[in-house]
C-alpha cells in the first residue's frame, strides 16, 4: 500500500485550490466628501504583490500607456470584469476583460477605469460559486502564451469584489476594449460613468445582465 501515498499527496496538490479572498459586500456610508487612497493589499495577497516588478505596479492611466500584449513570460497583476467562465471540476478558464488601474482609489470603494487594453484568459483551481460573472476581479500570475491578441495567464492568486464594492472612473488610457463588451455600457455613451455609491443598476448599465454571463 505504500505506492498509495505518493499517489495520494500528487492527488492532493492537483486538487489544491488557487489562494483567493472575495471582498465581503457591506452597506456603504455616504460622507460630504470623496479621498483617494493607494490600493491597499489583504494579507494574503501583499506577497504577490511585493513579486511585481515596478513596471508592472500601475496598469494603465491617462499619463502613461499600458499594453497587456507582448508579456510571455512576464509576472502580471491584472485588474478585469469576469466575462466568460468555463468550467471542468475545479478548473476554471475565465475570459477577462481587463481593466486599466493607475494604482490610486477611492478610500472607500476600490476603483479601476473603465477603459482597458482587451481580453485575457486566466486558469486557476477555484469552486465556479467563488467568481460570480461581471465581478471584478486583480489576477497575479504569469503570462504563458498569447494566442489571437488574448494572454493566458496561469493565476497564482485572485482577489474579487462582487458587485456593490467596486466602480469605474472615466479616467484612462485610450481605451483597446473587446467592442463585443463595449456594447453592453449604456452608461458610457453620456461620458459620465462614476459612481461613487453604486446599486445594482448601475451595474446593470455598466456590463450588463450577470444571467447572460453564467458559466458554462
Same mark, same amino acid.
Given at each position: 500500500?505504500?505506492?498509495?501515498?505518493?499517489?495520494?499527496?500528487?492527488?492532493? @496538490?492537483?486538487?489544491?485550490?488557487?489562494?483567493?479572498?472575495?471582498?465581503?459586500?457591506? #452597506? %456603504?456610508?455616504?460622507?460630504?466628501?470623496?479621498?483617494?487612497?493607494?490600493?491597499?493589499?489583504?494579507? #494574503?495577497?501583499?506577497?504577490? %504583490?511585493?513579486?511585481?516588478?515596478?513596471?508592472?505596479?500601475?496598469?494603465?492611466?491617462?499619463?502613461?500607456?499600458?499594453?497587456?500584449? +507582448?508579456?510571455?513570460?512576464?509576472?502580471?497583476?491584472?485588474?478585469?470584469?469576469?466575462?466568460? @467562465?468555463?468550467?471542468? +471540476?475545479?478548473?476554471?478558464?475565465?475570459?477577462?476583460?481587463?481593466?486599466?488601474?493607475?494604482? %490610486?482609489?477611492?478610500?472607500? @470603494?476600490?476603483?479601476?477605469? #473603465?477603459? +482597458? +487594453?482587451?481580453?485575457?484568459?486566466?486558469?486557476?483551481?477555484?469552486?465556479?460559486?467563488?467568481?460570480?460573472? %461581471?465581478?471584478?476581479?486583480?489576477?497575479?500570475?504569469?503570462?504563458?502564451?498569447?494566442?489571437?491578441?488574448?494572454? #493566458?495567464?496561469?493565476?497564482?492568486?485572485?482577489?474579487?469584489?462582487?458587485?456593490?464594492?467596486?466602480?469605474?472612473?472615466?479616467?484612462?488610457?485610450?481605451?483597446?476594449?473587446?467592442?463585443?463588451?463595449?456594447?453592453?455600457?449604456?452608461?458610457?455613451?453620456?461620458?459620465?460613468?462614476?459612481?461613487?455609491?453604486?446599486?445594482?443598476?448601475?451595474?446593470?448599465?455598466?456590463?450588463?445582465?450577470?444571467?447572460?454571463?453564467?458559466?458554462?
Amino acid at each position: 500500500m505504500r505506492w498509495l501515498v505518493p499517489l495520494l499527496s500528487i492527488a492532493c @496538490i492537483a486538487a489544491a485550490e488557487t489562494p483567493m479572498d472575495v471582498q465581503p459586500v457591506k #452597506q %456603504l456610508v455616504r460622507g460630504n466628501s470623496l479621498a483617494t487612497c493607494g490600493y491597499t493589499p489583504v494579507k #494574503q495577497e501583499k506577497s504577490y %504583490l511585493e513579486k511585481l516588478h515596478p513596471e508592472e505596479q500601475a496598469t494603465g492611466s491617462f499619463l502613461k500607456p499600458y499594453s497587456i500584449h +507582448g508579456k510571455k513570460g512576464k509576472y502580471v497583476s491584472w485588474f478585469g470584469v469576469v466575462r466568460r @467562465i468555463s468550467s471542468s +471540476g475545479s478548473s476554471l478558464t475565465l475570459l477577462v476583460e481587463q481593466k486599466y488601474f493607475d494604482g %490610486l482609489t477611492d478610500c472607500h @470603494i476600490m476603483l479601476v477605469s #473603465q477603459s +482597458g +487594453g482587451g481580453d485575457f484568459r486566466a486558469t486557476l483551481e477555484a469552486d465556479p460559486q467563488r467568481v460570480p460573472p %461581471l465581478a471584478l476581479v486583480r489576477m497575479f500570475g504569469t503570462v504563458k502564451d498569447e494566442t489571437d491578441k488574448i494572454p #493566458q495567464v496561469t493565476v497564482d492568486y485572485v482577489r474579487v469584489w462582487p458587485w456593490l464594492t467596486f466602480t469605474f472612473t472615466d479616467l484612462g488610457a485610450k481605451d483597446q476594449s473587446n467592442p463585443e463588451w463595449a456594447a453592453y455600457c449604456k452608461l458610457c455613451k453620456s461620458g459620465r460613468v462614476y459612481m461613487p455609491y453604486p446599486t445594482e443598476s448601475y451595474y446593470l448599465q455598466m456590463l450588463g445582465d450577470p444571467m447572460e454571463f453564467r458559466p458554462r
